[in-house]
């Protein structure tokens, strides 16, 4: 199908400065989309404005300087149109980018990476979080070292990045740096997002990722038993540092709460209702409400701690990574032959409810999930459950037995 470009100029009707001239304002149309590209810098009388033929109306040495103006920028967006067109990947963007002369400034993937996290650094804390920021450095850190290992360069010209260069960045990921299929994979979707920034900005005009498909490998995303829980809630710990660990874990057990959501936990987050004690608090990973009711025994560490609290913190949490190595220390001391971290925590609450009859919608929202398909994920129906079911399903079925006529 034919692309269609054109330029259109309307004036900003609802303004005007003080001599009475609306500015003219650029949009541009490629087939069915549009898109504004804001001011031409151009401020006209309204009343000498042809709406139909987008110029001045009358003969004026001025107003034909002015329609000559309007002429130049609708020449030179028709050429930039004409050189991206080569392009399957042309859009309305890329052409702005153009226009506006971005084009120039980021001509690297390192820059183009650079800038892309700068413009998060600037949002973090209103909509971008710490974390996510971090995953986005580090995928630059193992680019950047891949092609100081394999071509000897401190950089690449975004023209120069192929399916090719992919390819070998991630053999590079699985064989040098040792990275698991899944960890591989995940920081090769960051990099996707930053190709895909740059196509969005008009800094790339191909897309190095287009044939290339991800695939995560299932994970057995660990649980605890109930007996292993016992286990661990009834060993006494030799240092109080485990005993604090073994205690925060537990909790988590017990609410389903993720590690950065038990750290921003204040006393404002407990609310009392009906005479119950609840925990509302909202994800900081997805921002959405997670309501759990305060059982007995979290209840009971909340209040352990209550002497120790530090700016105004319900529990004093060390850090994800120290927990986490903590953690291993503990399951080697209880006998428990898995891979314990806290975000095992999470998936033990899931997991414990839903074997004990807890509806999987419910436990959805105590777990604060977008989609419920995330839950089912999470969540592992046990055997005991497994076999509860059957038991129910049976006994349903004993009237159909008894009335079959059916001899050994």
Known sequence: MKTIFRTVFYLRSNYTNREGLSPVMIRIYLNNERLSLGSTGISVDPKQWDGIKNRLKGRTTEILQTNQ????????LQNIFRRLEISEDISLEMIKSHYLGKKEQTETILTLFEKHNNDMKSQIGVGVAPATLQKYENCKRHFSNFIKSKYGRTDLKLSEVTPIVIHDFRIYLLTTKKCMP???????????????FGRKNGFLTHDPFREIRFHLEPVDRGFLTDNEIKTIMQKEMVTPRLELVRDIFIFSCFTGLAYIDVANLTEDHIVELDGKQWIMTKRQKTKIA??????????????????????????PILSNQKMNSYLKEIADV?????????????????TMSISKGVPIE?????????????TQIYARITNKKLEADMLALSSKLDKFTDSMNINP
């Open 290 to 315: 997670t309501n759990i009711i305060l059982l007995d025994i979290p209840k009971m560490i909340i209040e352990k701690y209550a002497s120790v609290r530090k700016d105004g913190k319900l529990l």
């Open 334 to 350: 209880c006998k428990i032959n898995k891979n314990l971290t806290y975000h095992c925590a999470r998936h033990t609450f899931a």
């Open 362 to 374: 419910t436990v959805s929202k105590m777990l604060g999930h977008q989609r419920i398909q995330t």
């Open 69 to 76: 103006q309007l002429d130049n920028i609708q020449a030179g």
């Open 182 to 196: 899944n960890t591989t994979t995940k920081i090769l979707k960051f990099f996707k997002t930053i190709i895909l």
